[in-house]
Structures are given as C-alpha cells and as structure tokens.
C-alpha cells in the first residue's frame, strides 16, 4: 500500500468529474419534485440519455450533438412517464420502475453496435490565466465545459425556484396541487414540463457518463447513478444548494474509494466499490429525520373534477 | 371531447380485462419493434409464444417454464403484499443474492458430509438470509424514517459485490483450478435442489412457489393481517384508527418478502444454477416487479404471470438462436408490457365519456 500515490490535486480534480453527472441528474429530479411528481425512473433516462449521447457523438463527431441527442432521448423517455402519471393517472412509484426497465432494455438494444467503440474527444477549457493558478487551476479551471453547466445550473434553479413567476407556480403545483388549479394554473401543464425538464437533465448526466467519465459504451454503465441521483434530492432537502454540496460529498466518496483501489490498500476491492452505496444509505439515515421539507403534494395523483 | 370520470368502485371486469389487453397490445407494439429490428414480426411472435408450449422441441422447454416460473412467482408473492400496502420493497434482486449466498455457504459449510439434514437447514438460511437483508431498509425506515425505496435499491449494488467477493474468495472451490465460482451443488447429492420428478423441471422451488401462493390466498382473503395490508393500501388514515401499527407492517412485508426472495436465490443457487459465481443473479428480483403488477397483486393472478413472463425468457431465448433476435429486444419486450399496464388500468378506476364541447 503506497498512500503517497494518491496526488491530491488530482484528487480533487476528478471529484469535480465524478460529481457532475449525479448533479446534473439530481438538478432534473429537484425541479420534477419540486412540482409534486416523484418520477424514480432517473436511472432508465440516465442510460438512455448515455447511449442516445454516445450513439449521436459517434456518428457526427461532434461531441456537442452528442449532449442534444442526450438531452433530447432523456426527455423524450420522460414523456412516456408524464403520459403515463398525468393524463393516465397511473401510479408514480409503479411508473417510475417501469420506466427504469424499460430504459435499461431500451438502451441495451441501441448500444449494441457501440461496444469497445471510442467516442470523440470532448475538449477541455483552457481558461488562459486562471488555469495557470497553482493548485486552484488544475483543481477548478480546468475541466470541460459540462462541469461549467452543471455549476452554472445549480445557480439558475436556485434563482429560478426563488425569485422568479415561474418558480413560484412551479412550488405552488407541488405544494397543493388543488388550491394551485383553483388559481387557474395550469397543474398539469406545469408537471409535464417539469418531468421533461428532468428528463433531458438526466440525458445529459448519462451522456456526462458514457462520453466523458468513461468514456465508452457498456450495458449497464450508469450503475445505480440515477438512484444515488434521487437519494441526493432527499438529502437535498429539496435544496438547489445544498444538491450541490452533496454531489461533491458523493463525487469525492467515488474518486477516493476508486484511487485507494489503485494504491492497493489492503480491503478488498469489491468492498471499497460497494462504498459509494453504503454511504447513501448512511446519509439518507442522518437526513430522513426531518422530512417536513418535502413538497406537499409530492407522489399524489392529481385529477380535476370539473 | 374525452372527458375521464372517476368510477364510484374500480371495474371487477377491467380488473379481469386489463392484463390481457397489456398482452395484446404489448405484443402489437412488440411486433412493431421486431419488424423494426429487421425481423419478421408475426415469425418472432410465433417463436416466443407457441414454439415453447406446442413447437417441435416443447418436451424441452415445457419444465423449463416450471424452472423459470417459481423463482419469479416466489418473489412477486412476496412484493404484492408490500406493494398492496404501500411498501415499496424493490431490492428484491438484492436479497435473492444474499439467501443464495447463505444458504450456499451453510450447504459447503458441511461439504462434503452426505445427510438428509443438510438440505433443509440450507433452505432456512437462504430464507433468513433473505429476510436480514429485507430487514435493513425495514428497521431503517421503521427506525429513522428513511425511505424504503432507495434503500433496499442501494443494497442491490451492495449485494452484487458482495457476491463478486465471494465467488472470489470466501467460496471459492478449492478444487477449481482457480476460477471463480463455488462449488457445484448438481455433484453434491445433499445439498443438490434436484427435480422431484425427472425431467418434469419440478424442483422444490416449484413446490415452495406453490405453497406460497395458497398462504398469500389464504393471508389476503381470511386473516386479519391481510385485512390489514389491503385496508392500509386503500385508506391509510382509516388504518390507523382502526389500530393498524403502519411499523409492524413495515416489517412484516418487507421482511416477508425478503424470506421469500432468499429461498427463490437459494434453490436456484442449489438446482437450475448450481453454484454462486460472480454473474448469478439475473434479473429475478426486477422481473418480479413486472410480475406482481401483471398479476394484479393477486396471488393466483401472479402465479399466471410469473408463467407468462417465463414463457416470455424461453422463447426469448429461442428467437434469440433461432432468428438471432437480440437478447435486449426481449428485455425491452418485458419492459413494454408493464407500461401498457400501466396506462390500460386507467379503464379500471376511470370511466370515458365523451362529452360535446360546451361554450361557457
């Protein structure tokens, strides 16, 4: 065991990598329950945003297109849910599941000439001063421009959700969804738009995967990142803020098991991997006392009489 | 102009109805897929539905939809009690990998003693292991409030390398040149889940499926604890005042369905599977989800859908070397289907009217 081979900038640099699919995805499904929706198919959208992103990237070449393909294959996947939830008024907790194997089954049929194929390289930003910041540059500057997005997201949900019209229909939706359509908002309307929101989110933290972390093409790949993803919101408290914070707690849990892997310490690798999941639990645990944040309305089925 | 109207009492005939038409149209929809993927759509229906009961080699096939069955039906028993209360128990997977594991190391523990004993203490621990496994998102949310869902998911991963660990090391056979995996249960007379009637597929899975399926019958219909479960899924709130401990129950159906999905992992770790190795599990334990819903969360209606959705692998498999149809399409097939059920079981609590546009 050798924990001097641990760099710790390096460290924290690929933390920032690690974090940034589950922010992403976690961001999505914040707005989705901020509005009342629990949509637990965040997994399913994830692997079908990673191979939708990797299958589009591929083909052009352009990372770029790859991401529109993400964003656009996790937000179509997440209307069959909004189908489903809001105009069939079926189950939440049923439909999510569905819609998690269904992406699962979904995906494997469509990567299945894309195995062991290398996608386009995805630039880094080389911001020219602050990058050369010692310890700093190499840390925060210097990474690609997804890592940006997804810091840049955090702010514009908070502010959205806090200061502006739309936020505050969006609340009112999740928080009583009856006195919200006395007000003539339009409930559903509002729902599907915000599980669409989510969705495209979600493709884009599976693409962050498939394209950028990986990168390549497996069956499987996003390995429960979906559920972390969902198990953040609740430790978020539904908090634009604090999803950020967890991510990062998430992200350095990963790189820090992943690089104790790699300097061969003495606990068996299959039980450093299984950390990540472990620590979910723990922090759910530390986190579910206080449940009063949740949104009122949250994982009830809305219909209007009249 | 539709307009959706909430029935007074959910249909009795959609009840009936609405798996079947999720069948029709899920396999409308699936021969749209096949046709997509290049196949001939009516051919690749024909192959996973008829060529497994009536084709040429059905004498082959027919035990294996016994083999296949039990191990889901086992499970699915299991979750439609949570699920009818409100329980969401879905690392299923996760505690068929443990109750594998268990009752496998309590089999090897005696290796290679012969006695008749071993058997039935390796069923109890795959059982138990199973139920500790369920009892930890169970104390947890009992405990700390935290939500059953993410938890027994979390543990799915958990368990995977859990049993990776495993087939590595701690069980490894010590006679298996060094590859992965225990040893073979299927060259271990006592602790080997063999078929009770040679070349039937019944093994004692098949057995405990049924049996569980008659106690599900009997717990829902005739016993207050079942009267408890169904009422704490229909109006929790009268549950309450009519003294139903919403914990204990948290328990008792996580727990249950725990023991259950163990003996699923157990006796198909000891039979069809034969030993722990490091790609065991594949995909019961979600499958199930798909099958209790199918089943409408009725014990015999799962014991018909846990057969349908084996047929559904077989003659998956069959198209799969036959037609070279991909093993992702039938995956996705399975997938469909809970969907269509999903968005069909509207006609069971909502009635369709239409209605003319009126000016206000």
Same mark, same amino acid.
């Given at each position: 065991m050798d924990l001097s081979s641990i760099n710790p900038v390096l460290l924290l640099a690929s933390l920032m990598v690690a974090a940034t699919p589950i922010l992403i995805a976690a961001l999505g499904e914040l707005v989705v329950e901020r509005s009342g929706v629990l949509n637990l198919g965040v997994e399913g959208m994830m692997i079908t945003g990673a191979i939708c992103g990797f299958a589009v990237a591929v083909e052009t070449g352009s990372p770029f297109w790859g991401f529109v393909a993400a964003a656009a294959g996790g937000a179509l996947l997440s209307l069959l849910f909004a189908l489903l939830t809001? +105009? $069939?008024? $079926?189950?939440q907790v049923a439909s999510g599941l569905a819609l998690t194997l269904f992406g699962l089954g979904l995906s494997s049929l469509l990567g299945q000439g894309y195995v062991g194929v290398k996608p386009p390289h995805t630039a880094k930003l080389d911001i020219p001063i602050l990058g050369d910041i010692p310890f700093l540059g190499p840390v #925060? +500057?210097?990474?690609?421009l997804m890592v940006y997005f997804g810091l840049a997201l955090v702010a514009a949900i908070w502010a959205m959700l806090k200061y502006t019209r739309i936020g505050l229909v969006l609340r009112a939706v999740g928080e009583n969804h009856d006195a919200a359509h006395a007000l003539g908002y339009k409930v559903v309307r509002v729902r599907v738009m915000a599980i669409l929101f989510g969705g495209a989110c979600a493709g884009l933290g599976g693409a962050y995967i498939s394209?950028?972390? #990986?990168?390549q093409w497996t069956e499987g790949?996003? $390995?429960g990142a979906g559920w972390i993803a969902l198990a953040l919101v609740v430790f978020a408290s539904w908090k634009a803020g604090r999803v950020m914070l967890g991510a990062y707690l998430f992200g350095g849990v990963t790189v820090l098991q992943l690089n104790l892997q790699a300097a061969g310490v003495s606990i068996p690798v299959e039980y450093l991997s299984m950390s990540p999941y472990l620590i979910t639990i723990l922090v759910l645990v530390i986190m579910s006392a206080d449940r009063s944040r949740a949104p009122a309305s949250l994982g009830r089925i809305f219909h209007a009489t009249q | 102009m539709l307009k959706l109207e909430k029935r007074p009492q959910p249909s009795q005939l959609w009840t009936y109805l609405t798996p079947l038409l999720a069948v029709i149209i899920t396999m409308i929809a699936g021969s749209a897929l096949f046709a997509l993927l290049g196949k001939n759509p009516i051919e690749a229906v024909a192959t996973i539905f008829w060529e497994p009961l009536f084709g040429e080699f059905s004498f082959y096939y027919r035990p294996q939809l016994l083999v296949k069955g039990a191990p889901l039906v086992l499970i699915a028993i299991g979750l439609s009690l949570g699920f009818r209360a409100g329980i969401w128990n879905i690392g299923a997977e996760g505690q068929y990998i443990i109750g594998a594991i268990t009752g496998a190391a309590v089999g090897l523990a005696f290796y290679p003693a012969e006695s008749w004993l071993i058997f039935p203490l390796m069923v109890l621990a795959g059982a138990l292991g199973g139920l500790a496994w369920a009892m930890i998102p169970a104390f947890l949310q009992v405990r700390f409030g935290t939500n059953e869902i993410l938890v027994s998911l979390m543990l799915v991963y958990v368990a995977e390398q859990l049993l990776a660990s495993m087939s590595l090391? &701690? &069980?490894?056979? !010590?006679?298996?040149?060094?590859? !992965?995996?225990?040893?073979?249960? =299927? =060259?271990y007379a006592s602790g080997h889940n063999a078929e009770i009637i040679t070349g039937s597929g019944m093994h004692w899975g098949v057995v405990a499926a049924l049996i569980a399926v008659i106690f599900a019958y009997i717990l829902l219909n005739r016993h207050i604890l079942g009267y408890h479960i169904r009422l704490t899924g229909q109006a929790p709130r009268a549950a309450r005042f009519a003294g139903v401990r919403p914990n204990l129950l948290i328990l008792f159906c996580l727990g249950t369905s725990g023991a259950l999905a163990g003996l699923a992992g157990l006796f198909e770790v000891s039979g069809p599977a034969g030993q722990i190795s490091i790609d065991f599990n594949v995909g019961y334990g979600f499958t199930a989800i798909i099958v209790a819903f199918l089943g409408r969360l009725h014990p015999v209606g799962i014991m018909l859908a846990g057969l349908l959705m084996a047929l559904t692998y077989i003659g998956g498999e069959i198209a799969q070397s036959n &037609?070279? &149809? !991909?093993a992702a399409a039938i995956q996705l097939f399975q997938g469909m289907l809970l969907f269509f059920l999903l968005a069909v079981d509207l006609l069971t609590n909502y009635r369709i009217r239409f209605v003319k546009a009126e000016t206000a």
């Open positions: 809001q +105009f $069939a008024l $079926a189950n #925060v +500057f210097s990474h690609d394209l950028i972390r #990986v990168p790949m996003t $390995a | 090391g &701690l &069980l490894k056979n !010590p006679e298996g040149f060094g590859f !992965p995996g225990s040893r073979n249960f =299927q =060259q &037609l070279g &149809l !991909p």
